[in-house]
């Protein structure tokens, strides 16, 4: 399908990082920072020191044509390779998951539809995904996610990073803001700085500032099921609740109460029937 692909290569050897954007056709941070960064790649403004980048801008070209999340199915749940790809994005997986299995490293730059704070997703926590997270500065880390979806493996079959840690490539996604903030944009930039510098291929200083990040641990998952299924109040990301706390209500009238003190994960009140509502989860002692 020759997706945009971007290559720059030192003559010193190093890490081999893939950096991936617009995996989801309406988040146009990544793309943004990305096109940046290959412009100054290009015009020599700053130079690869060591290593190789593999770069693709825009992972669904076609979404993001259309200013949609995705064409046929989700890009990050069906991220692997596929003998037969039955959908666009299966395609577009298949094209693109052989960069990420020959990769050192890897970077995946996303949006999300709720406010709240930039965060970036540890998968499987190994110290080398650990010190990638903790490079690309942001001030929460997320955790927990594949444990979530065991129970429901038909909801997430392979994302970005599931695929990555079947080969054993330490990788991070960062979820930079949500879609509309202007500040994104600057957030996906100062990632990109931060994985380069962490792998030395550019020269240090213009990674983002040292941060203590706080670890949260994603535990439960509710799907919507109906339209009318409705949260009380705008939840932001990674806002407290008490026990006992209305979270969310369905069309029923059954109200979704909070049976510990916790926090509130990726609220999205116009998700997808049958896809994912909002998560729970609880931070994690420093």
């Given at each position: 399908?020759?997706?945009?692909?971007?290559?720059?290569?030192?003559?010193?050897?190093?890490?081999?990082?893939?950096?991936?954007?617009?995996?989801?056709?309406?988040?146009?941070?990544?793309?943004?920072?990305?096109?940046?960064?290959?412009?100054?790649?290009?015009?020599?403004?700053?130079?690869?020191?060591?290593?190789?980048?593999?770069?693709f801008p825009i992972a669904n070209p076609r979404a993001y044509n259309a200013g949609t999340r995705y064409i046929e199915e989700n890009l990050n749940r069906v991220f692997e390779v596929h003998t037969n790809p039955s959908s666009y994005e299966r395609h577009l997986a298949t094209e693109i998951a052989p960069w990420v299995?020959?990769?050192?490293?890897?970077?995946?730059?996303?949006?999300?539809?709720?406010?709240?704070?930039?965060?970036?997703?540890?998968?499987?926590?190994?110290?080398?995904?650990?010190?990638?997270?903790?490079?690309?500065?942001?001030?929460w880390i997320?955790?927990?996610?594949?444990?979530?979806?065991?129970?429901?493996?038909?909801?997430?079959?392979?994302?970005?990073?599931?695929?990555?840690?079947?080969?054993?490539?330490?990788?991070?996604?960062?979820?930079?803001?949500?879609?509309?903030?202007?500040?994104?944009?600057?957030?996906?930039?100062?990632?990109?700085?931060?994985?380069?510098t962490l792998y030395e291929m550019i020269k240090e200083g213009d990674a983002p500032s040292a941060r203590d990040s706080?670890?949260?641990r994603m535990t439960d998952l509710h799907l919507r099921i109906s339209e009318k299924d409705h949260f009380p109040k705008v939840w932001k990301n990674f806002e407290a609740f008490q026990k006992g706390e209305v979270l969310a209500t369905r069309a029923s009238g059954e109200e979704i109460r909070a049976e510990r003190n916790g926090i509130m994960i990726l609220p999205s009140p116009v998700s997808a029937l049958g896809a994912e509502w909002f998560y729970t989860g609880h931070l994690l002692e420093s």
């Open positions: 399908m020759n997706v945009e692909r971007h290559e720059f290569e030192s003559s010193q050897p190093g890490t081999h990082l893939v950096i991936l954007g617009g995996i989801h056709g309406n988040e146009t941070c990544g793309p943004n920072a990305l096109r940046k960064i290959i412009s100054e790649f290009q015009s020599g403004q700053r130079r690869l020191l060591r290593g190789r980048c593999t770069i299995s020959r990769a050192d490293a890897l970077l995946d730059i996303h949006s999300m539809q709720s406010q709240g704070d930039p965060f970036v997703f540890l998968n499987a926590p190994t110290p080398e995904s650990q010190e990638l997270c903790e490079a690309l500065g942001t001030d997320l955790q927990g996610w594949p444990n979530v979806y065991a129970s429901m493996p038909e909801l997430l079959a392979c994302c970005t990073q599931t695929f990555a840690d079947r080969y054993k490539i330490p990788n991070a996604l960062v979820e930079c803001g949500s879609h509309a903030d202007p500040a994104a944009d600057g957030v996906a930039y100062r990632a990109i700085l931060g994985a380069l706080r670890h949260l």
